[in-house]
């Protein structure tokens, strides 16, 4: 079997507008059914960490026990993605992502029902599961229709989806005052029969896409727990327990990558897709972006908190100035990007984003200032959700759509290791730079480290987004 053709699109001209620049009205309905998935598992991240505190008293368990809660489905999740471009493939887009909504919103009702911590957390692991296969296909289902419109698409429907972390503390707070914390699972039920009903009526049939490719059973064996191993040993990567699983999940996902190489196209995921100029820009794109705004997010409250002084909603507040700029710029990613080219966006919002942090390392040497801080995390949401939808984009119009499915695992992959990996060196580097994360007060200028390393992350999005295409193709076809 030939590698896939993934040719390099850096020099090609943007489209014409009169070549049927208006978006065809089923896209819209595709975009509103696949993004209740992700609006769903948002709201229910968000909603599940804030009631661990309510969890572990009701259960009368350990905070350790309780803590696996989200550890058994973050685990779980990543023990299932290496399957979804098989699955989608074998059985179907529309058809799996029934099966996977209707078994999320099952297992959010059994998550309620439970009545013991160790109950709670098998029904959490087999939430994973179905999430682990739900949350890559919205990317997917969404390229296969929108074409090269799907920068525009993506941007307005985004949008939506950074309500649910906004609305999360607000439902959470009001159903932990008037009710109990399985009111905060029940409360997938409705969301859930709306997206499944939804996507029964709109979701257009896809039966013809359907490939009876075999299943690599030795890929799935190595690449599945390695996942899980290594993303569990990151976690705990100052134990030797999580430096144990490290390695463990290192030699896997290597004996993986040999394994994956011998076999070409018919491995669980085709390397060879990373031998595309584009695909491996935006996979790298698309791995830093993803370490940056996860590391952002856990530097930048601890040193609100620990050496600013602010209170944990006070801190919280001030982030949400981030989030407001991301949902700014979401809309007009799409037009900005078919008017200056999906390099130019990408590396310019990574700059923007830049932009924001240099101004901590001021305020890290001299004085914080709540306007100056706000004003800057405001602008880091431009940059920050102008990066990724560009390069998303270009990953998937770089593949034939039959690779769709596979080239959506890797790109999800990629994306999903970023966080964890970046987030451990600034834990690394914060403990180096002798900042406690859990001591009350910390002299500020110990964050000067952990700061820059923010900005050298930032200038590696940086470099990774200028070697995205200047256009985005349109896709190939079968």
């Known amino acids: 079997m030939s590698p896939p053709n993934l040719q390099d699109t850096s020099q090609a001209a943007p489209a014409k507008p009169q070549d049927s620049d208006r978006i065809d009205p089923q896209v819209w309905k595709v975009s509103v059914v696949v993004f209740l998935g992700p609006f769903m598992t948002q709201l229910d991240s968000t909603v599940v960490n804030l009631s661990l505190s309510a969890i572990h008293q009701d259960l009368q368990a350990s905070i350790a026990t309780t803590q696996w809660v989200v550890s058994g489905y973050l685990l779980a999740l990543a023990l299932m993605l290496p399957m979804s471009g098989w699955l989608v493939d074998r059985v179907g887009a529309k058809r799996l992502y029934l099966a996977c909504f209707s078994a999320f919103t099952l297992t959010s009702v059994l998550c309620g029902a439970s009545r013991t911590i160790d109950e709670l957390i098998c029904a959490r692991v087999l939430q994973g599961m179905a999430g682990g296969i739900l949350a890559p296909m919205t990317q997917m289902m969404l390229a296969r ?3 090269r419109h799907m920068a525009r698409v993506m941007g307005y429907t985004v949008t939506p989806v950074l309500i649910a972390p906004i609305l999360g503390p607000v439902v959470a707070g009001a159903i932990l005052k008037y009710a109990s914390w399985p009111w905060l699972f029940f409360l997938n039920l409705p969301i859930g029969l709306l997206g499944v009903g939804l996507a029964a009526a709109l979701l257009p049939g896809d039966a013809s896409t359907i490939r009876k490719r075999p299943f690599d059973l030795l890929g799935f064996a190595l690449i599945a727990p390695g996942l899980a191993s290594f993303l569990y040993g990151l976690e705990l990567a100052t134990h030797r327990q999580g430096a144990s699983a490290l390695v463990a999940g290192v030699a896997l996902v290597g004996v993986f990558i040999w394994h994956a190489r011998r076999k070409g196209g018919a491995a669980l995921i085709d390397l060879r897709l990373f031998r595309g100029r584009v695909f491996s ?4 794109t698309q791995f830093w972006a993803n370490g940056l705004a996860f590391s952002r997010q856990f530097l930048i409250p601890l040193y609100l908190i620990t050496s600013c002084g602010l209170s944990a909603p006070a801190a919280g507040w001030t982030m949400a100035a981030m989030g407001f700029g991301m949902m700014c710029s979401f809309p007009m990613v799409g037009t900005l990007t078919e008017k200056f080219g999906c390099r130019a966006v990408s590396a310019g919002g990574s700059f923007l984003a830049m932009l924001g942090v240099l101004p901590f390392l001021w305020m890290v040497y001299t004085q914080y200032s709540p306007v100056l801080a706000a004003a800057c995390l405001f602008l880091t949401g431009i ?23 596979v080239a959506n695992t890797a790109i999800n992959i990629a994306q999903r290791l970023g966080g964890p990996v970046t987030v451990t060196v600034m834990a690394i580097v914060m403990s180096l730079a002798q900042t406690p994360v859990h001591q009350a007060a910390v002299d500020p200028h110990s964050f000067m480290a952990p700061f820059a390393l923010l900005i050298g992350v930032n200038l590696l999005v940086f470099a990774a987004a200028c070697r995205l295409p200047v256009w985005i193709h349109q896709p190939k076809e079968d």
């Open 145 to 147: 229709v929108a074409g």
């Open 281 to 284: 820009a935006a996979a790298t």
């Open 383 to 405: 940059g920050q959700g102008t990066i990724n939808i560009p390069s998303i984009s270009a990953a998937y119009a770089s593949v034939a759509r039959d690779r769709l499915a």
